[in-house]
Antibody, heavy 120, light 106 residues
């Protein structure tokens, strides 16, 4: 079973940028669909975006609130996925989780999450 | 976007109780539907996928049912480790989650 570990969170000012990472073990990320999901403090889950497997085209999709500001990418040599977040807003403050997309769109093998705080 | 609406938003129950949580989708999601459990300070955990299939290691007291737009998660006999927040999610289109249902101790 695959394991995912996020890293790279921290404090960033509004308008700033940060890149968070998701390291995969026990699976090859270019063979699976993967997603980012976030959770603002004390709030529910919000899907952020996904990276489709290479064999299925390798494209990305994003939720409306982050489209044009966030970019998901993959480094196959390192078996890692990234979430580049630009022009950050205070409402982007959240724990960011990476997950694997499995049967019928379910999200499995969640990492422990990494906290991104956007504040001046 | 497909909106997912859970009810109730919270439920108080005792160990041994039967608990039912419902989720309604704003459009037909067929069987592209899942439930998650989240405990404080932890990542969500997949409980049920494809409406009614238990994820690996999930106890049989959990069950899911429904189709199309209306879905139900049932815990047949609540255990102490089941006090948590439960979320529904559709994967038919770009994924969306319900707002969550908190199950706490009566």
């Amino acid at each position: 079973e695959g394991q995912l570990v996020e890293s790279g969170g921290g404090l960033v000012k509004p308008g700033g940028s940060i890149r968070v990472s998701c390291a995969a073990s026990g699976l090859t990320i270019n063979n699976v669909w993967m997603s980012w999901v976030r959770q603002a403090p004390g709030k529910g889950l919000e899907w952020v975006g996904r990276l489709i497997s290479k064999i299925d085209g390798g494209t990305t999709d994003y939720a409306a609130p982050v489209k044009g500001r966030f970019t998901i990418s993959r480094d196959d040599s390192r078996n890692m996925m990234y979430l580049q977040m630009n022009n950050l807003k205070t409402e982007d403050t959240a724990v960011y989780y990476c997950t694997i997309v499995t049967t019928l769109g379910a999200l499995d093998s969640w990492g422990q999450g990494t906290l991104v705080t956007v504040s001046s | 976007d497909i909106q997912m609406t859970q009810s109730p938003s919270s439920v108080s129950a005792s160990v041994g109780d039967r608990v039912t949580i419902t989720c309604r989708a704003s459009q037909d999601v067929t069987n592209w539907f899942a439930w998650y459990q989240q405990k404080p300070g932890k990542a969500p955990k997949l409980l049920i996928y494809g409406v009614s299939f238990l994820a690996s290691g999930v106890p049989s007291r959990f069950s899911g049912s429904g189709s199309g737009t209306d879905f139900t998660l049932t815990i047949s006999s609540l255990q102490p480790e089941d006090f948590a927040i439960y979320y529904c999610q559709q994967g038919k289109t770009l994924p969306t989650f319900g707002q969550g249902t908190k199950v706490d101790i009566k």
